[in-house]
């Protein structure tokens, strides 16, 4: 994602309404000037980037442009939201209360999703690929 930026130039001509924020002012009264800069829109970018053989199993890169993975992420207050990431970096981690079973996330441990919901594997399995078409 790019950000684009935009100049940024306040001149705030009103008097300060509570006297007791002016103690201690630095600019003359009744003028506040401020400068800076905001976002003033962003642009997604879905080029391919550099692809770097890792030698990791679960590494893989989307090769096609504007196709992304799903995942799903947990909120603070337990509301599950679903996101879209071109990253390929995944994990196996436990799935919670299933010692049985591993579930495929992203580094942050959010959760890789397939057709029919997180994709899981059964935690004694013995080797692990993953195809052009995505099939594990």
Same mark, same amino acid.
């Given at each position: ?5 935009? $100049?940024?130039?306040?001149q ?14 630095? @600019? ?5 000037l ?19 053989? @890792?030698?990791?199993?679960? $590494? ?49 441990? $959010? ?9 899981e ?16």
């Open positions: 994602m790019d950000l684009r930026g935009s $100049d940024l130039l306040v705030e001509m009103n008097n300060q309404p509570n006297q007791s924020a002016e103690i201690g002012r630095l @600019t003359p009264e009744g003028i506040r401020g400068s800076g800069s905001r976002v003033s829109g962003t642009v997604l970018r879905l080029e391919q980037g550099s692809v770097l053989e @890792t030698g990791r199993t679960l $590494d893989v890169a989307l090769l096609n442009p504007n196709v992304m993975f799903q995942i799903s992420k947990t909120l603070e207050n337990n509301v599950e939201i679903i996101e879209y990431t071109r990253e390929g970096s995944f994990y196996l981690n436990p799935v919670e209360g299933n010692p049985d079973q591993l579930q495929l996330t992203a580094a942050n441990g $959010d959760r890789i999703m397939g057709e029919n919901g997180p994709i594997i059964s935690a004694g399995f013995e080797s692990i690929s993953i195809n052009g078409n995505g099939t594990i």
